[in-house]
């Protein structure tokens, strides 16, 4: 057995370098790529890009070998790009070549190419545009879906009121809220804050998300036909997709015995609908995979980010109350204390604009972007790269450019201030990415910030259990950005 053990390694380890060495003599046949480190054989560039360590990784090698260069994922090539000038000249001047979506190995054996994240070609358009009509209809981008963030807004405010002053972890209570918005679009109904399902649902999502940051399973979503077999914590992230695929599913079946084609009441509702329509088109996009992956797609993304860019939010006006206190002023003279904060108010709250841009800047909540890919052979910067070929178009180095911002790695509101104290846009300002890719949740998600944003500060002031100057607003993850975890207190204003 242990023989017949030692074989198979060595026979693995000999194909990978066959794969690696055809992929390698493949790429260098295309003539002048960007430089970036030698590979290894099987392993790539995994000694550069160290799983404890990608970001840090990543801008080493940005320093070493400028805006465009190259490395391997194992025997996969990815182009890194790097600073607003080159993303730009990639996601919005060349938006159709860089305009389609890779998946590293492991993502691709989770999702498969189902949903609208992954997918590519006529699959794409047609959910993606189907996504964007739906959720319009549904409310994004107008009053109504202002109005249900607006109610949701009060249900946070009673539970952070429970508190009675005392620190609490608001981890929970920003995924809560934030998911309930996406939750009533998506499955056409909001959740108790106690719903063991939801809980079970946010806490299956959390865990997932810190399982994929670990070094192994970076390995794993990187080498998956290898690390399948290696036991660890890593394995847990199948099992947890495979619950949050049942939840949608189960969800799915539930609207399937209660549907009225007539009266859709949700996403899922619409895509059943849409399904029927097309039963007789062998070909057609609208099935249940797609149906399934998509709900899951628009959940994920329209939980995690936002609500993670408020715990980064808090934690930062923690460390610099005198930014809290400048909001609050602004907040008072412009909203008062007698009226629910709307999204046209912000237009005459320019500072406070400021302070919501550059929490997202400065959170960076998605550094390393979703992985785009080139549609077709072409010519970048002077370098040729492939059809197929993986691109990283790394937003931090986008949102931390010197070129564009001043101060990059310090939170400073100025970045989105003019000498007068008006609002200043930035082209570089792109933490929902740009082009043909770009995040279709982006108007709801600003809605979201803003009014949750100010709702709290329009009725809590803030307290900490740390002195400010020891709030540590490093990220907790490592290939993403995530606050650590921390205390909040907040006491009621009124």
Request: glycine share 6%; proline share 6%.
């Amino acid at each position: 057995m242990v023989l017949g053990g030692a074989v198979s390694l060595v026979l693995i380890f000999f194909l990978s370098f066959l794969v690696f060495l055809s992929a390698w003599g493949s790429i260098k046949k295309w003539g002048k790529m960007p430089p970036g480190p030698t590979p290894l054989p099987f392993i790539g560039n995994i000694l550069q890009l160290r799983p404890n360590d990608v970001l840090n990784s990543f801008r080493k090698l940005h320093n070493k070998y400028g805006s465009v260069y190259l490395v391997y994922f194992g025997t996969q090539p990815v182009v890194v790009l790097n600073g607003y000038d080159a993303v730009k000249e990639a996601l919005i001047d060349n938006a159709d070549v860089f305009g389609e979506r890779a998946m590293v190995s492991g993502f691709r054996k989770f999702f498969s190419e189902y949903g609208i994240i992954p997918s590519n070609g006529e699959r794409w358009k047609q959910l993606r545009r189907f996504a964007l009509m739906t959720m319009r209809n549904f409310g994004m981008g107008k009053r109504s879906i202002e109005e249900r963030i607006q109610e949701e807004a009060h249900f946070l405010m009673k539970e952070f009121r429970k508190t009675k002053c005392l620190p609490f972890d608001p981890t929970f209570y920003f995924s809560r809220s934030v998911s309930n918005i996406i939750c009533s679009i998506v499955f056409g109904n909001r959740f108790d804050y106690e719903d063991e399902a939801f809980l079970k649902l946010l806490n299956l999502q959390s865990q997932t998300s810190k399982l994929a940051d670990s070094p192994l399973a970076q390995l794993f979503i990187n080498f998956p036909h290898i690390m399948q077999y290696i036991p660890g914590p890593h394995l847990r992230l199948i099992e947890n997709i495979k619950h949050l695929k049942e939840f949608v599913k189960e969800r799915m079946k539930i609207h399937q015995e209660s549907l009225d084609p007539n009266c859709p009441r949700d996403f899922i509702d619409c895509f059943l609908i849409k399904m029927e329509k097309e039963k007789q088109n062998m070909a057609s996009e609208f099935n249940d995979d797609n149906l399934v992956m998509s709900s899951l797609n628009l959940f994920i993304a329209g939980t995690e980010t936002t609500s993670s860019t408020l715990r980064y939010a808090f934690l930062i006006l923690q460390k610099y109350p005198e930014i809290a206190e400048k909001v609050m002023e602004e907040i008072d003279h412009v909203i008062g204390q007698d009226r629910v904060p709307a999204v046209e108010d912000r237009s005459k709250m320019p500072y406070t604009d400021a302070v919501i841009h550059e929490i997202q800047r400065f959170a960076d909540i998605v550094p390393l972007n979703v992985p785009h890919a080139v549609s077709q052979d072409t010519e970048f910067r002077g370098y040729i790269i492939p059809k197929g070929t993986m691109v990283f178009p790394l937003l931090t180095t986008v949102l931390k450019d010197p070129l564009q911002f001043k101060n990059p790695y310090s939170f400073d509101p100025g970045h989105f201030l003019d000498e007068l104290g008006a609002f200043k846009k930035n082209d570089a300002f792109m933490p929902f990415s740009a082009g043909k890719r770009i995040c279709l949740g982006e108007g709801l998600a600003r809605m979201e910030l803003f009014l949750f944003f100010t709702f709290i500060l329009q009725n809590f002031t803030l307290g900490t259990t740390k002195d400010p100057k020891d709030i540590d607003l490093s990220s907790a993850l490592h290939s993403g950005n995530r606050p650590r975890p921390y205390q909040l207190c907040v006491h009621p204003r009124r």
